[in-house]
């Protein structure tokens, strides 16, 4: 009993971090996409962005009610701390996300096109913004007594968390970009690929920004990297984040269509990675761990057995559509 | 600002959750006509099944896209707005939603992507499964959320451990006392809901005289469903209503506006409940008949709401008026497609006009009655939000009213907004019609022949 209270958490830690990951890289370049709709310059071009993502967008969002409520299945003790203290960002979010959710019905339905994009444009940008709202706001810490939220309802509106707003927004510009390159051609193949570069530049920057800011403000994190033997462990990350950056410039001026994509997700991985390895074991920093939070093993059981049939079960059939959907969009195809 | 946090995330969890109910009740019933039309598209090989499919196909879209974005609201809306019940039952009903997710929403999600795009990608008998599996998600999602709103109401197999709820027997917590009487009442409400709908479209281009034979189909199917879904309601609803008597005596004092137990039960046809007097005002009642219903014996007696001090009793205008605004449509729906049928019967249907003015005109009816069954059951479990074991004040999140106050407007503009321009978009998808080729001037020449059989052209085979 006393070594499943130990392990079932890191278990459910283990699956919840795979469901944001997913969730961060699926709806990453979904969202992305709606970041890049004001750059389009036809209503024409929208249509070919949007259908890359169309058969898509509800799966994708599906990942995050599964780490709102895996949160709630396996920590609900964290998920009751986290959501008061992030009120907010997290409201706003979801309001964005009705916007640029009902934007792709609403947007073939309706005679004029311009009203629905503007609202997918701004409600996925106001989306992404707020999810990195929500991101600062927990690296950055929740002031939590007797287990319930214990702040003011702005407390997580500080420089940080706007920064990791807008790095977030650069983030998922890289991501809709280099898919987007990937999944169209002509004029907006052509726009994607140039300002890949740029949104790649801007993460690079945030994230360097991101890496310096959190080890300065909480000695927590600079006890993790910078300690020995942490260090010898940890180095690497930087490293590798640094050669896949490379990387992924050097194919984006190659004109190559893939890796980019797939470059672009392993940053983004690494920069999860990173936060993951600087709060590890806090689900709510500074003070909750996994197993302070974690709800009883019985719970987390039977959870677990069927998330170990289903899980295998969705990504095969969310395999099973990217595949049908497979190929370029191209320019001036019906919708429907 | 002094507002109350209670009352308000009270209120913006019931904007939020019924403007979302409106949608799954659609769309569970939707998802299973459009199966069920790719169904006999796929076995009779006749185009017009695909032609429906396809046009109803669009307004599910619509529908279904409103559903999921409210629903991923509702998912967060238990931490947001009510952490210290989330930290309190976390333990039992989280498991619940998971399944509910990893069972159902990733499957309605990913295949919905094949209905909606795929027609042209995929082999009919793909296309058609993939409506089948849409329908068998949003049928899941309903088993799942009703079992945790179940366990809400009659809550078992738990126990309390340092405060929290933890689950002792996860077959007792799934199909707690109420709900196999619940799924069955919203499940059929849900098909009943979309036979209402689908009848008033056919109704409706019947009455225009347009898309004659695509709105006789759909007459006579949503006839046929309903004429045995209708009173089939009544019965499940008199079975709901006898187990909520048993685990929620208060609840079904609150609907019969019962207050003194000690006496046989009226049947309170109308009346203004008075909770200040603890009476019912302007009541016309029948003597004994809601013994006879409840406890099926004339004298036959049963709580009532004087039993327990006011502080536990649950708000009687809203759940009192909403019973009976549910049951007086379920009786509507009842005698529409009974008299329906009888009209197919004689040959009639098609051309009695009065008749279908007035089923084309209350397509709403089962929207409104799933609304204020719900109103019924969720404002009837008052003060508690776990059944006796929670009370809804202690449940909520230590969040200013001032915030909520200010969310709940940004819920009410936003909601406004979005279901002001769902609607009007559904509704010209409706009036547009099938995408079928017909020429526009035999719309209202042709009243009574059959235009689009004339128009359509011929041996287009699948």
Known sequence: ?336 | MDADPVLLARLQFAFTIVFHIIFPSFTIGLSAWLATLGGLWLYTGEERYQQLMRFWVKIFAVSFAMGVVSGIVLSYQFGTNWSRFSAFTGDVLGPLLGYEVLAAFFLEATFLGILLFGFNKVPPWLYTLSAAVVAFGTMSSAFWILSANSWMQTPAGYAIKNGVAVPVDWLKIVFNPSFPYRFAHMLNAAYLTTAFVVLGVGARFLLEGRHLREGRTMLRMAIGLAVILAPLQLFIGDQHGLNTLEHQPLKVAAMEGHWDGSKPGELVLFAWPDEKNETNRYSLAIPNAGSLILTHSWNGLYPGLKSVPPDQRPPLVPVFLAFRIMVGLGLYMIAAALFGAFLWWRGTLFETRWFLRIVANTWWAGFVAVISGWVVTESGRQPWLVYNIMRTADGVSPVPGATVLGTLALFIVAYGIVFSFGIYYMNRLIKYGPDIPEPPQDDLANFGGNPIAAARPAGRDI
């Open chain 1, 1 to 336: 009993m006393e070594s499943m209270e130990m392990y079932l958490p890191l278990i459910w830690a283990a699956l919840i971090g795979v469901a944001v990951a997913l969730y961060i890289i699926l709806d990453g370049f979904d969202l992305g996409i709606g970041i890049l709709f004001p750059f389009a310059k036809s209503e024409a071009e929208r249509d070919q962005m949007m259908r890359t993502v169309a058969p898509f967008w509800d799966g994708n969002e599906t990942w995050l009610i599964l780490g709102g409520v895996g949160l709630f299945v396996a920590f609900p003790r964290a998920y009751a701390a986290i959501m008061p203290a992030l009120y907010l960002p997290v409201i706003v979010m979801l309001v964005s996300l009705v916007f640029r959710g009902v934007a792709f019905e609403f947007r073939t339905v309706s005679h004029s096109k311009k009203g629905w994009s503007f609202a997918f444009a701004l409600g996925s940008t106001l989306a992404t913004f707020s999810q990195g709202l929500v991101l600062g706001g927990l690296v950055q810490g929740i002031n939590v007594v007797n287990g319930q939220y214990a702040g003011g309802p702005f407390d997580w509106a500080t420089p940080f968390t706007v920064l990791c707003g807008f790095a977030l927004i650069a983030g998922y510009g890289l991501l809709g970009s280099t898919w987007l390159h990937m999944k169209t051609d002509a004029d907006v193949a052509a726009r994607s690929q140039r300002q890949a570069r740029y949104w790649l530049i801007a993460v690079l920057l945030f994230m360097a920004a991101v890496s310096l800011y959190t080890p300065l403000a909480e000695a927590r994190i600079a006890q993790r990297w910078f300690s020995l033997p942490n260090f010898y462990f940890l180095w690497p990350v930087p490293t590798v984040t640094a050669l896949v950056a490379f990387a992924c410039w050097y194919w984006i001026e190659r004109g190559r269509e893939v890796p980019p994509f797939l470059a672009s997700i392993a940053l983004f991985l690494l920069g999860y990675a990173g936060l993951v390895i600087s709060n590890f074991p806090y689900i709510v920093p500074p003070s909750l761990t996994i197993w302070d939070t974690a709800a009883s093993p019985g719970s987390q059981i039977f959870m677990l057995i069927g998330t170990l049939f289903l899980l295998p079960m969705v990504l095969g059939y969310v395999i099973l559509v990217y595949w049908l959907f497979r190929g370029k969009v191209h320019a001036g195809e019906t919708y429907h």
